[in-house]
DNA sequence: ATAAACTTTCATTTTTTTTTGAAAGTTTAA
DNA sequence: TTAAACTTTCAAAAAAAAATGAAAGTTTAT
């Protein structure tokens, strides 16, 4: 296999992951291209290598800005913008798991809370759904919680939560 | 807030977080009502509760079976087929995470393997590529094997995690 | 202040994913 | 063996999500 087919692999497969865990396949493969790349790379290169539309390749490389994965940088002396990833991986996968919990973790906690906390009258069916629910916020809430402490590690989180568990 | 409000809400807020992490929405929708009703559900209910055809019921609870999540339940002396879901959070918990680990995390290992071990000729780009791509996978192949270790420990995996974090 | 060189926005179009529903298939009871 | 009571399948329709591209907006150099 040569260097653009690998490449290019690469980027394919990033970007159907992606799909698969809830995240647009376009944005998936824009980052992917960027975490192998050793050079900030400009929007008219990312439309170019990925066949998209200026549109397109503004709205998720914002997208990949809010999560925080992908950074601006400004060449001296070019007008145009350039982009680079994050690589260092701990931090990537503390910041995508920082963002997946504050979005989408969060608020489903919120609702877990609400509707576990309804006055279980006499039925059986209603008692079940009480004792489910919060069982089920417990249970989120603690794996949030151990999600935040792991992370917390910083360097080498990952590494040392291995050892941890070895021992 | 009354029980058949928080018993929808909850459904919703399940399917909501379940499409937002690559599981389609009726699907989570359904495992969200099987969660919560303490008896096996019938296919005519899951239609008529979820306002549902007939074809996708039958299609999201055959995936959901596939996941191992749900199963078939037979009551004596009725024709019909009814549903439950795995109410145990540890061991949903488990099955989802092998389930994810064999039908994507790995075969992304795979390719990821395959990519990092192109030749890598002199260009600073293509041997950033390689060393990226070696430090992926390295990376998920380390995330995935905690995760098997982590969930290994069988009954109450998640407290047995906390312990062993906060020591 | 102007205009060139860019980027962003968003209504519209395209693509992808999901859902429907009717026909085909299966199981059970008589 | 027949038929009633179910479930599954899958081509077509509908819905949802993503992409386009041109107009509007912004920035920078002169």
């Given at each position: 296999m040569?260097?653009?087919?690998a490449?290019?692999?690469?980027?394919?497969t990033w970007?159907?992951?992606g799909s698969?865990?809830?995240?647009?396949?376009?944005?998936?493969?824009?980052h992917?291209l960027?975490?192998?790349?050793?050079?900030?790379?400009?929007?008219e290169?990312?439309?170019?290598?990925?066949?998209?539309?200026?549109?397109?390749?503004?709205?998720?490389?914002?997208a990949?800005m809010?999560w925080?994965?992908?950074?601006?940088e400004?060449k001296a002396?070019?007008r145009?913008?350039?982009?680079?990833?994050?690589?260092?991986?701990?931090?990537?996968?503390?910041?995508?798991?920082?963002e997946?919990?504050?979005?989408?973790i969060?608020p489903?906690l919120k609702?877990?809370k609400e509707v576990?906390?309804?006055?279980a009258?006499?039925?059986a069916e209603?008692?079940h759904f009480?004792?489910?629910t919060t069982k089920?916020y417990d249970?989120?809430?603690k794996?949030d919680?151990?999600l935040?402490?792991?992370?917390?590690?910083?360097d080498?989180w990952?590494?040392?939560l291995?050892?941890?568990?070895?021992?």
């Amino acid at each position: 296999m040569e260097f653009k087919e690998a490449k290019n692999k690469f980027v394919q497969t990033w970007g159907a992951l992606g799909s698969q865990w809830g995240i647009n396949k376009t944005m998936a493969q824009i980052h992917a291209l960027l975490m192998v790349s050793s050079e900030p790379v400009s929007m008219e290169d990312i439309m170019e290598e990925l066949q998209i539309s200026r549109g397109n390749a503004s709205m998720n490389l914002r997208a990949l800005m809010d999560w925080g994965i992908v950074y601006k940088e400004y060449k001296a002396g070019e007008r145009r913008e350039f982009f680079t990833a994050e690589k260092d991986l701990d931090e990537l996968a503390v910041k995508i798991s920082r963002e997946r919990s504050k979005r989408e973790i969060k608020p489903a906690l919120k609702v877990l809370k609400e509707v576990s906390s309804i006055e279980a009258n006499a039925t059986a069916e209603e008692k079940h759904f009480v004792e489910q629910t919060t069982k089920l916020y417990d249970f989120v809430l603690k794996a949030d919680n151990v999600l935040d402490k792991i992370t917390e590690y910083k360097d080498n989180w990952l590494t040392k939560l291995v050892i941890k568990i070895m021992k």
